[in-house]
């Protein structure tokens, strides 16, 4: 079998899907705006919004299509094994090697998609605030922290592997999910890397949104303001942790632009997710899809014959993270991102629904205005797109289901 000729179709395929996804996008962008958000944009800034979400959507499709070419190039070289018959043929080595090549060439062309993305489009529509040298030390900490994770991931899978053989399977998942726990505790240390964060200060605010919690008998950590205004001036809100440990952290944009009405109706939304343990049921999900991923790692660790038709003697751990993340993956990905991002959509709607009871609706629809003008929303997205990988609903959908229930 010509092993190198189905990667490579298969890795074709996937890219075009990508491709095809940015441009139905693209298109998209002329659907007819519904009515119950026609008052999002004026006139001129629903231009601006076309022009914004076009340039967006070429630089995707670009960014696929060179991404797609320069790995396509990679693979039919055999440069991944050149590399790693560059260094001493211990396993590690062998392994690191091609991992930190790999590490390299994605932040390059991350870093040039990424900088015309954030300094150029989202600078020429007002949306930046990043200056250069933080860019480029997000860029620098990315790296690191992508090298540091693929290191320790394909390490212990390698190990595991030359150990136990198929018995990997189930141990990397266990082990990967470990890790994603792990990450997710760390997460709030991670994010405070970047970023400061201080305590809401005491005021109606802090007491609206705390007796909205004790009204529930829910305890939260802290509720935090994030100084997201240093990068973007998008407004968010977000909960981190697990269990008791739950902290709520609010971008200080949202506190800088919205009413306290609609603050108080964006957190009680974040409520809506935390009484329903949304979180928590993400991770379970994201544990069905760890395994499926875990058996994915083992075929592309056990059939030594795909290895050797990219120029490796034997089985190279690092390539078969590559095959996994660049072609496996991205072929099952979209089927379990689509379920996921179902799942996902419903708990919106009843996130939404917590703030409706909590008697905040009209106050979450204008708040939710305010986001996806401040986001520069698309208000009439593909339906395909939506059920094929929007995580949230349109907001004409949540409008029209907050007024229902009202
Ligand atoms: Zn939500």
Redesign the pocket.
């Known amino acids: 079998m010509n092993y190198k000729a189905i990667v490579l179709v298969v890795f074709t395929i996937v890219s075009m899907y990508q491709m095809a996804l940015h441009f139905i996008q693209y298109r998209s962008a002329g659907n007819p705006t519904p009515e119950n958000v026609k008052d999002v944009y004026d006139a001129q800034t629903y231009q601006r919004w076309k022009k914004y979400s076009g340039e967006k959507c070429r630089l995707q499709i670009l960014g696929t299509l060179i991404s797609w070419v320069v790995v396509s190039i990679l693979l039919l070289t055999n440069a991944y094994a050149a590399v790693a018959g560059l260094f001493s043929d211990g396993v590690f080595m062998q392994l690191l090697a091609v991992l930190v090549f790999d590490a390299v060439i994605s932040t390059i062309f991350g870093a040039i998609t990424g900088y015309v993305d954030q300094m150029i489009i989202e600078q020429k529509y007002g949306f930046n605030r990043s200056t250069m040298k933080t860019f480029v030390m997000d860029q620098i900490r990315s790296l690191a922290i992508e090298m540091l994770l693929n290191v320790l991931l394909v390490s212990i899978l390698a190990a595991l592997h030359r150990a136990l053989g198929n018995w990997m399977v189930l141990l990397f998942a266990a082990v990967v999910f470990g890790i994603t726990l792990l990450i997710s505790f760390l997460y709030p240390i991670f994010s405070r890397l970047g970023n400061k964060f201080v305590p809401l200060e005491e005021g109606e605010l802090k007491e609206r949104l705390t007796s909205l919690l004790t009204s529930h008998g829910y305890h939260v950590k802290a509720i935090e303001v994030m100084d997201a205004s240093r990068r973007t001036t998008k407004s968010n809100a977000y909960f981190t942790g697990f269990g008791h440990m739950k902290t709520i952290v609010l971008y200080d944009n949202l506190i800088n632009t919205m009413t306290l009405d609609e603050i108080c109706a964006v957190f009680a ?2 409520l ?2 935390g009484l329903n343990k ?1 979180v928590l049921k993400q991770q379970i999900m994201n544990m069905g899809n760890l395994l499926i991923m875990a058996v994915m790692a083992w075929a592309a660790v056990s059939f030594p014959q795909v290895h050797q038709a990219f120029g490796f003697e034997e089985i190279n751990y690092g390539f078969a993270y590559i095959l996994l993340g660049t072609v496996m993956l991205s072929l099952v990905q979209p089927v379990t991102g689509m379920l996921m991002s179902a799942y996902s959509r419903f ?2 709607f009843r ?2 629904r917590q703030a409706v009871t909590e008697g905040y609706g009209e106050a979450l629809i204008s708040g939710l205005k305010k986001l996806a003008r401040e986001n520069f929303a698309h208000l009439a997205p593909s339906k395909l797109l939506v059920v094929l990988e929007y995580s ?1 609903p349109p907001l004409s959908a949540r409008i029209e289901a907050i007024e229902k229930q009202k």
């Open positions: 939304h974040e809506g997710h949304d708990a919106e996130a939404d949230h």
